[in-house]
């Protein structure tokens, strides 16, 4: 089991790597990669009750880097923080065509392989919250399932499904409906429940760590000296103004009217 400070550490080296990257991001002004959809743009102005282009550009560029942060989070604990700070395998392309039976289809959903310290061996299939999971995913995870229990049981038969923030009792039905638990409607779905267990929040950190229940405090602990180290807040204001004029440049000359914004042009700028 790794020790408290062995988890300090190390998530405290890969949230300061993570914040190197968004910050790079603002840095670089890759304004380019904005997804903006010029039907809902008179929509947002209105229900957020805007007044300036720039307004929309903030409310838009906030929307914009939060699906990055939460993209780019969800990868820090999958391919940093699991794999270099709790030991996890992870089962990345080169790793799966190296290691059959992993290559086959039925271990796609799985991400890692976590080893105990009396060697035994737990498949972990890491979910970011209670919505990652729809029912279509949720009945073909429990048949993938059931065909790594029954099929590979010299890998493991012993599946978890990882959910690293939120708890279990708030997850929605498709985490039972996976494990073979149905309720209400019947899905044609295998029990599984012996063999597949589902952690969330601090359950989930309890299980990765071994047994450590303050685990999921040690982790905050690490972004959080991270954050004091790297400094990010001192810069981020003038990085995103910076950004933010970047967008405005890039659009305001060709969608303003008499200081106004027109949407007619707004549509021709981004479709065409």
């Not at 957020?48 to 906030?62: M, N, P, Q, T």
């Not at 780019?72 to 990345?92: H, R, T, W, Y």
């Not at 954050?227 to 990085?239: D, M, N, P, V, W």
Request: negative net charge; contains cysteine; aromatic residues 10%.
């Amino acid at each position: 089991m790794k020790s408290k400070q062995e988890i300090i550490s190390g998530v405290k080296e890969w949230s300061k790597w993570w914040i190197v990257q968004r910050r790079k991001k603002l840095e670089d002004q890759l304004n380019g990669t904005m997804s903006i959809n010029p039907f809902m743009m008179p929509f947002l102005f209105d229900y957020h009750d805007l007044s300036s282009f720039e307004e929309l550009a903030d409310l838009v560029i906030a929307s914009h880097l939060m699906t990055g942060h939460n993209t780019g989070f969800g990868k820090l604990v999958d391919e940093k923080i699991l794999p270099n700070v709790f030991g996890a395998q992870k089962l990345d392309s080169k790793f799966r065509a190296q290691n059959p039976p992993f290559s086959e289809s039925c271990f796609d959903e799985i991400d890692h392989i976590i080893t105990r310290e009396n060697g035994q061996k737990e498949l972990l299939s890491l979910k970011a919250g209670k919505w990652t999971i729809q029912l279509t995913m949720a009945v073909q995870l429990n048949v993938a399932f059931r065909e790594i229990i029954e099929n590979h049981p010299e890998v493991s038969d012993n599946i978890a499904v990882g959910v690293f923030y939120g708890k279990k009792d708030g997850l929605t039905d498709k985490y039972d409906i996976l494990r073979g638990v149905n309720r209400g409607a019947n899905h044609n779905v295998f029990d599984l429940t012996s063999h597949v267990h589902v952690y969330a929040g601090r359950d989930f950190w309890t299980w990765l760590s071994g047994g450590a229940i303050e685990t999921q405090e040690w982790v905050l602990k690490g972004i959080l000296e991270a954050l004091e180290e790297e400094k990010i807040h001192e810069t981020a204001s003038t990085l995103l103004e910076a950004f933010k004029v970047g967008v405005v440049d890039k659009y305001e000359n060709d969608v303003r009217v008499n200081g106004k914004i027109d949407w007619m042009k707004l549509l021709k700028k981004i479709n065409g």
